[in-house]
């Protein structure tokens, strides 16, 4: 609390109001309104400074502490003091103060007082202080009321005598109609009234823009100037606020668009009046520059008659203002209760309604040990005190009050609030940990405790405290403009941004591992002979400074790509390589990927699509790497290549060149049954042709001899994918994988029940045939076929270690592998057994029936499937059943 003064300066005080208002000394009362940017404020300060003293009342910490510092500059820090709810910086012999409307020490005498935003009398939360001070708030030289001009009326009706002067507005403020957020003008603040529309909107502005400043009242003041500071230097050009921009802020924004219409103010949710959207619109344009005003497309429009109002600054009157006694008595809780609710002396004031320190002392006063309690002035006095301790988190409830009597009942009976009390509930606010949200919160609970701190009388050493928790709140504060900025800052893109707008060439490098630099910043990678943009900088296709980043990017790379070319133009063949999933590789990097061609051995070249390449340039670098490419497969794919010439050698028999192109097409290796007709039709001279190039004609397939090795089996997967599989780009690592699987395996493969479906035509043009459980390359299937041809021209025989060796799996793959060979099952004295396939319908042409023949129409895996649970039961002392129990080794003869 402050004490009345008595003032050293009576005689020069008295001077002064005889020389400004005669001898009679009437203080004058001024009322200064109009719309925003007309210089209220700075009228007030000048006139201010030409008295001995003064007093001005602000409706946010905010602004006294930035109408604080301006008066500093003028008078010097000795004179002027700064008195808030949260912080009294009260020099021995200060003059002026500076102040938040609440904490105005009005048993302080003044020369001059003034009073900002006056129309808030009319606010059902904070209305009644804005009463008060008009009624009882006097200089006792000069008095000024500031405001809107819809306060005229009832200033008039209260305030009789006082002098009305109206200030236009300095600059013009226009509408400009609605606009998607993405297409704002730099310098424009987006109006929402949540906290999640104003995150939501500043996350599209971050990805879009670069970023935004953020402003709400729910930050801490220091939080909020350093989010201001942001906006005012440059380094974002948005804004995105509540509608606590529209006291006072003074900020360089040239446009104001309404993200929202509507708000919930404590009691509903309802569409803001006229002039609530002509005091935020106001904040558009600055001194004597032009202003405008809209919504975003997501928002809709205003009507007519809104946008002449705003325009025209032209609103609705204020006929009736909050009222709430100021003349209490402290005799009993009962007797304070009484008094605050006194109804209005006066027409035009109306009741307020239960603020929540009422609403707080009404509870509190209703619990019996509390009531015991405040039995005398002083302690009802104290009662009502903390009642008035703010509830900054605004949504506690309850635990507010809670905390308000733990207050109460620690005072009345330690006399003081306990050092160790105050510490466990000020140290676990000291942590910077969390997110923004988290920060928010433990920044709320930090402030009610500083403006504790300020009260001297609760606390044994409460200049420490108030240090401490000012340390704290600084330290949250710093903490949480980091995480407001990280969030909603892409500090990459602004720079980016503010480059471009100055008009000058931005500045671009290019590093030796390919990461491209525009002033400063990775936006891309020259990868090959493209530039891969990096999209995580957030800037939209459409917007210009993504344009113009590209397009510095691409200017700086063109020579680059150019020499590049010529490297690539001039390279040897072993600069190149074929890579498993298609593409064609220079110094590890794609520079071309195939596409089908006219025939499966001549895939076309397509270089990567490159905005740094010409059309002609495309050309040159295809023919280079065509000319490659054909060069590396006639190097590692020759008997097939051969074979390929061999379908129109003249000289050779036509069964013979039949042979030679359905082996080209197969990439090496065709079924028997698909060229038997013209294998029983060759002629000594065409067998000798195809068995000089390397064509072998087993019982299950025909095949190039000595293909079956790694490179090899890679370059036939990959053409049969491309010429095959249309969309072989949409499926380039399931065919890497299949390759890689069938060069690490060898000539024997195990397949898994859960492994995909493999295409028999993939398997053979590969070089390998599907077996039931197995897959075998060509020549070992013919070597196993043999093995147990052999074997059958004896009869009956069982499965031998030999054939398991062949197979490389266990007994159940090898009659599964026998089965897919065509090997009928028997049972025979020493368990399971197999016939020929010619033998079993010699002998058995009864089993030819229906049921047979779709049983052997199945695929290989399904016959395999079906064996395995219809396997007769053997003796365990059997050969056979010994050989179940047997895992053959992978590798084994061809």
């Known amino acids: 609390m402050f004490e ?20 009679s000394g009437e203080p004058r009362v001024t009322a200064v309104l109009g719309p925003t940017n007309t210089g209220k404020t700075y009228l007030a300060i000048d006139r201010m400074m030409g008295h001995v003293s003064g007093m001005m009342g602000f409706p946010l910490r905010l602004l006294a502490r930035e109408n604080y ?80 001009d819809t306060m005229a009326p009832m200033i008039r009706q209260l305030v009789p005598g006082c002098e009305f002067i109206s200030r236009p507005r300095f600059s013009r403020l226009s509408f400009v109609g609605s606009d998607k957020i993405t297409r704002l003008p730099p310098r424009s603040a987006v109006v929402a009234f949540s906290a999640a529309e104003v995150y939501g909107i500043a996350e599209l502005l971050r990805r879009t823009r670069g970023g935004a400043a953020v402003v709400m009242g729910a930050l801490s003041p220091r939080t909020r100037n350093a989010q201001v500071a942001m906006f005012q230097s440059g380094e974002v050009d948005y804004l995105v606020a509540t509608d606590a921009i529209g006291m006072g802020l003074n900020m360089d924004v040239t446009h104001v668009a309404f993200g929202q219409l509507h708000k919930f103010d404590g009691r509903k949710r309802r569409m803001l009046t006229g002039a609530e959207f002509g005091q935020i619109a106001g904040r558009a344009g600055r001194h004597m520059n032009d202003g405008t005003f809209g919504t975003t497309s997501e928002t809709g429009q205003f009507t007519a008659e809104m946008v002449e109002a705003i325009e025209g600054h032209n609103f609705e009157k204020i006929r009736a203002i909050y009222w709430r006694n100021s003349e209490l008595n402290f005799g ?32 509190l006063a209703a619990e019996p040990e509390i009531r015991a309690t405040a039995t005398n002035a002083d302690r009802v006095r104290l009662l009502w005190e903390v009642c008035q301790i703010p509830d900054f988190r605004g949504r506690s409830g309850g635990q507010h009050v809670n905390f308000l009597s733990s207050v109460y009942r620690a005072i009345g009976a330690g006399g003081v609030l ?5 510490a466990r509930n000020v140290d676990r606010m000291d942590r910077t940990d969390g997110d923004i949200e988290t920060l928010t919160g433990r920044i709320d609970q930090i402030r ?68 491209v630099k525009v002033e400063g910043h990775f936006v891309g990678r020259l990868d090959g002979l493209r530039f891969r943009e990096d999209m995580t900088y957030g800037l939209s296709d459409g917007d210009l400074a993504r344009k113009a980043v590209r397009g510095a990017a691409q200017a700086a790379l063109k020579p680059v790509i150019a020499a590049r070319l010529l490297k690539i133009l001039d390279a040897p063949s072993g600069d190149f390589r074929l890579a498993d999933d298609g593409f064609i590789l220079w110094q590890g990097r794609g520079i071309a990927t195939l596409a089908p061609g006219r025939d499966i051995l001549s895939p076309v070249v397509s270089p990567v699509s490159s905005e740094l390449l010409s059309a002609k340039d495309t050309a040159v670098l295809g023919g280079k790497l065509t000319a490659w490419l054909s060069a590396h497969l006639e190097r590692n794919l020759g008997p097939l290549m051969r074979a390929r010439a061999g379908a129109s050698n003249d000289a050779i028999s036509g069964p013979a060149r039949g042979i030679f192109f359905q082996l080209a097409e197969g990439l090496g290796a065709v079924a028997r049954g698909d060229v038997e007709a013209l294998v029983r039709s060759l002629d000594p001279k065409g067998r000798k042709a195809l068995a000089a190039a390397g064509v072998r004609m087993g019982t299950k397939t025909v095949f190039i001899d000595a293909m079956d090795k790694g490179h090899g089996v890679r370059l036939r997967g990959l053409l049969w994918a491309n010429h095959h599989k249309p969309t072989f780009g949409d ?98 004295p020493d368990g399971l057994g197999f016939v020929s396939p010619q033998r079993a319908r010699r002998a058995k042409p009864e089993n030819r029936s229906n049921a047979g023949a779709k049983r052997r129409s199945k695929t290989s895996a399904q016959r395999h499937k079906a064996h395995k649970g219809s396997v007769p039961a053997v003796d365990e002392h059997s050969p056979f059943a010994k050989l179940r129990e047997i895992k053959f080794p992978q590798k084994g003869p061809k």
């Open 4 to 23: 009345p003064e008595n003032n050293p300066l009576n005689n020069q005080v008295q001077s002064d109001v005889r020389a400004r208002f005669g001898a």
């Open 69 to 148: 510092e301006r008066v500093v500059a003028i008078k010097g820090a000795d004179k002027v003091a700064l008195v808030t709810g949260e912080e009294k910086i009260i020099p021995p012999n200060a003059s002026y103060f500076l102040c938040t409307v609440e904490s105005m020490p009005l048993d302080r005498k003044v020369a001059f007082l003034a009073i900002d935003e006056v129309q808030l009398a009319g606010d059902p939360e904070r209305g009644h202080i804005f009463t008060d001070r008009i009624l009882h708030a006097r200089g006792y030289g000069e008095t000024m009321f500031l405001g809107s």
């Open 332 to 363: 009993s809780p009962q007797a304070l209760l009484r008094a605050l609710s006194r109804p209005p002396p006066a027409p035009g004031l109306l009741g307020m309604r239960l603020g929540p320190d009422h609403l707080a002392l009404k509870t």
């Open 418 to 422: 306990s050092d160790d009390w105050i």
């Open 448 to 515: 009610t405790w500083t403006y504790i701190s300020q009260r001297t009388d609760w606390m044994r050493d409460a200049v420490d405290w108030r240090d401490r928790t000012r340390a704290i709140e600084d330290r949250l504060s710093d903490a949480l403009h980091d995480r407001l900025t990280q969030r909603f800052v892409d500090r990459r893109t602004t720079a980016l941004v503010k480059g471009m707008k100055s008009q000058e060439e931005l500045v671009t490098s290019i590093e030796e591992d390919g990461r």
């Open 731 to 828: 499926a380039r690592s399931e065919i890497s994988k299949r390759i890689r699987t069938l060069i690490r395996s060898g000539p024997t493969i195990a397949l898994a029940a859960q492994d995909p479906v493999w295409e028999d035509a993939f398997c053979l043009a590969c070089g390998y045939v599907l077996l039931g459980p197995r897959l075998l390359s060509c020549p070992r299937t013919e070597i196993l076929a043999s093995t147990a041809r052999k074997l059958a021209r004896q009869g009956v025989f069982s499965p031998t270690l030999e054939l398991g060796r062949l197979v490389g799996g266990d007994g159940d793959d090898l009659v599964g592998v026998l089965l897919a060979l065509g090997f009928q099952s028997e049972e025979s």
